[in-house]
């Protein structure tokens, strides 16, 4: 058994779909691509799948990671081709590679993420000196949603980085299972901001850093 991880990017309508209609999407092309995917055992086997971190609905991503195991070894390349065959419009296999026996998913590193937003002349420099604002700040309270109601939470330490350069803005943010910080609440705590669209450019594992 080899779990492959595979670096894909997801642009265009598919960005529309829902994350469990994209997941179902994704089984299909790999049924479609004969690739000799694992399922687990018992009375309800699934296909051994899984994207390690979900895009918000209609946002595009540039480099997600999803993970398989294959019961038999093929090349990354040739996993990576069948599958760019077998894919819907707008998802594109960018890499592939086989994990080393007892490696962690990806799923289980990934504490950062980059996003990206366009921004206009006309708010350039507000955003601007917001962005400084929020980086000078020691905390930033907010009212966040919990399983047991509101909480105020500090996000502060959730933002590592804002720039703002060429028209756009590109901020690097808690994400993961351990911390995650919606773009769309810095967003809210941006002046001018709360119109953003954001785009993910990249995922950070923890041993990048």
Request: hydrophobic content about 40%; aromatic content about 8%.
């Amino acid at each position: 058994m080899s779990i492959y991880r595979l670096i894909f990017s997801k642009t265009g309508s598919i960005c529309l779909v829902g994350h469990l209609d994209f997941v179902q999407s994704f089984r299909r092309a790999i049924k479609r691509a004969k690739l000799p995917v694992a399922y687990s055992a018992g009375f309800n086997p699934h296909m051994e799948f899984a994207v390690s971190q979900p895009l918000p609905l209609a946002m595009e991503g540039y480099n997600e990671f999803a993970e398989m195991s294959l019961y038999q070894e093929i090349p990354p390349e040739e996993v990576a081709t069948r599958l760019n065959n077998c894919v819907c419009d707008g998802v594109f296999i960018k890499s592939v590679c086989k994990l080393e026996k007892n490696e962690k998913s990806a799923a289980a590193h990934i504490c950062r993420a980059v996003y990206t937003a366009n921004i206009t002349s006309e708010t350039a420099d507000e955003i601007l000196k917001s962005s400084q604002e929020i980086l000078g700040s020691t905390e930033i309270k907010i009212m966040k949603k919990t399983k047991s109601g509101e909480k105020l939470t500090d996000i502060r330490p959730d933002i590592f980085r804002i720039t703002v350069k060429d028209m756009q803005l590109v901020a690097e943010i808690s994400s993961g299972s351990k911390a995650n910080l919606n773009p769309a609440v810095l967003a809210e705590v941006l002046s001018c901001g709360k119109n953003l669209k954001f785009n993910r450019e990249k995922l950070i594992l923890d041993y990048d850093l």
